[in-house]
């Protein structure tokens, strides 16, 4: 049997096999080249050394996509590696790779594109809706939205880890509905189906229940820091309890705990920190650079705020996305994301600040403009009332005078 190239054979498992042409291993290139994350290499990483190299990576992908649909069942073991055929294989996307199978039978590359394109649209608006709900202010929400997408530019590609931040802004939406009032803790029960959903859509599932931990370790300092211990363990507590159930809920995969454990050794190995881009450090010579920049001073200014103010959870959140968006470049969206609604309400409280300083200032002016105003009148009533005797010219031009 022979077939196409790139095209699974149901017999043997794999691409590699049934008289196709040989797919030449490629070299690695020292300088001009672009790493990018890629598991099934033996180095863990590939190199792209031409555009040729990004469609040949693309088009190993749809197969995976077609595997999925022709076959009825997730691939369980490697079938595109040279080096690892047959090894345990870890398909985390696998809900994404149908959807976008589907869609590229339908519409080819362009509408994996525009499904890429929606899915940024749908994020930017709800973070526009969650920096509104908190500044109260359109101007604030605008000019924030604007730039944590520009931000998160550094990670704009056609994969299908554009879903995580989505997921992430949903969560620190209904989270903060609930920090703000006690009628809304039903749109908890809401995180975990949509963690099922997210845990086999992308692997960055944890991140929801790093966000819910994180909300629970703010509110009880909240209420520590006032003395009152009880109150502390049951603000907490809803939050611990909706973190627990989110984890029992990310095992609905098709490879239960196996999933977490994996996602846990490969972003602990330290090979991937070093030799991969989107692991390391931004650069900060970058154009993009500078949004990041600018919301890190803001999101920095934002948490020393917060502090004065006694909102612990703000902190927390800003000050740890911080840390790993510097840490590695990949964690840039998910901070921008996450930071822009407590840099709004910041911002909203900064506005109200210079105001009533305006105001008062303003206020003391006035004050003594209508005191000297008044002590002019009194003096220029004064000559009237003595010069009465004076002809009418000379008394105008003395009322002028102490005018």
């Known amino acids: 049997m022979r077939l196409r190239r790139n095209e699974f054979c149901p017999i043997h498992k794999s691409v590699f096999c049934c008289g196709r042409e040989n797919v030449p291993k490629p070299r690695l290139i020292r300088f001009g080249v672009q790493r990018v994350e890629d598991p099934h290499h033996p180095r863990g990483y590939r190199e792209l050394r031409s555009p040729a190299e990004m469609r040949k990576l693309l088009n190993r992908k749809i197969v995976e996509q ?27 996307e696998w809900l994404s790779d149908v959807l976008m199978a589907v869609v590229y039978g339908h519409s080819g590359l362009a509408g994996i594109v525009f499904v890429s394109l ?31 997408m520009a931000a998160s530019t550094i990670h704009w590609l056609a994969r299908p880890h554009l879903v995580t931040p989505l997921f992430a802004v949903v969560f ?19 995180l975990p189906p949509l963690t099922t959903l997210w845990v086999n859509l992308h692997g960055g599932f944890f991140v929801g229940i790093v966000l819910l931990i994180t909300y629970a370790i703010g509110a009880a300092a909240e209420e520590l820091v006032q003395g009152t211990r009880r109150d502390a363990w049951l603000r907490a507590r809803k939050y611990l309890l909706t973190a627990g159930a989110c984890a029992v809920t990310s095992l609905v995969n098709p490879f239960g705990y196996r999933l977490h454990v994996h996602i846990a050794q490969y972003l602990g190995a330290s090979f991937y920190l070093q030799h991969i881009s989107e692991f390391q450090s931004i650069d900060f010579h970058s154009f993009t ?32 996305w911080s840390h790993l968006a510097l840490f590695s470049s990949r964690n840039i969206p998910i901070f921008a994301v996450v930071a822009a609604p407590s840099i709004g309400l910041a911002m909203r409280e900064w506005l109200e600040y210079a105001r009533s300083r305006w105001l008062v200032s303003g206020r003391g002016r006035s004050v003594r403009v209508s005191r000297n105003s008044k002590l002019e009148y009194e003096s220029s009533r004064r000559v009237m009332t003595e010069g009465a005797g004076i002809s009418y010219p000379l008394l105008v031009c003395c009322c002028l005078h102490s005018c």
């Not at 649909?69 to 047959?86: Q, Y």
């Not at 940024?120 to 929400?141: F, K, N, P």
């Not at 620190?172 to 809401?190: H, P, T």
């Open 66 to 92: 077609n595997g999925i649909l022709n076959n009825g069942r997730i691939p369980a073991a490697d079938i595109f590696s040279f080096t690892k055929v047959g090894q345990p294989w870890f398909a985390w």
């Open 118 to 148: 929606l899915l940024l649209g749908t994020t930017s608006v709800c973070v526009y809706r969650t920096t509104l709900e908190e500044s109260g202010h359109r101007m604030i929400a605008i000019a924030l939205t604007g730039l944590v």
């Open 172 to 190: 620190c939406r209904v989270l903060n509905r609930v920090e703000k009032k006690a009628k809304n803790e039903s749109f908890r029960l809401a």
């Open 289 to 320: 650079a500078a949004y990041f920049e600018t919301l890190l001073v803001m999101a920095i200014a934002a948490a020393v705020w917060h502090v004065g103010k006694g909102r612990w959870v703000q902190v927390l959140l800003l000050l740890s």
